[in-house]
């Protein structure tokens, strides 16, 4: 079993930035990718961003050029740089570590709420 959680969530103004933590041990020896969800009020849930095991990086084309994910391996965590917010990307950001070797689990973190305001 893969244990998640987030961390860095918050509020900020339009335009400003914020860092999402991911740390879930065992994900990198495990072969699994991890995986970065939102859901805002709503609205269904929306895959954001994604990080596979040789490190190829993939995002979903409203956040490409101001979102980085990025993978520290030794520290099993992975870290969403959030850049040029809008109001838009308010949500619950959930972080999700699947397709690992032998294992069809999904196992999910509680969740990071993310505000932005006008």
């Known amino acids: 079993r893969i244990l998640v959680a987030e961390s860095g969530g918050g509020s900020v103004q339009a335009g400003g930035s914020l860092t999402l933590s991911c740390t879930a041990p065992?994900?990198?020896?495990?072969?699994?990718?991890l995986h970065w969800y939102r859901q805002a009020a709503g609205k269904q849930r929306e895959w954001v961003s994604s990080?596979?095991?040789?490190?190829?990086?993939f995002y979903v084309d409203s956040v490409k050029g101001r979102f980085t994910i990025s993978s520290d391996k030794a520290k099993d965590t992975v870290t969403l740089q959030m850049n040029s917010l809008k109001p838009e990307d308010t949500a619950m950001y959930t972080c999700?570590?699947?397709?690992?070797?032998?294992?069809?689990?999904?196992?999910w973190g509680q969740g990071t709420q993310v505000t932005v305001s006008s």
């Open positions: 999700a570590v699947l397709y690992c070797y032998n294992d069809a689990t999904t196992y």
């Open positions: 065992g994900f990198t020896g495990n072969g699994c990718s």
């Open positions: 990080v596979d095991p040789p490190g190829d990086t």
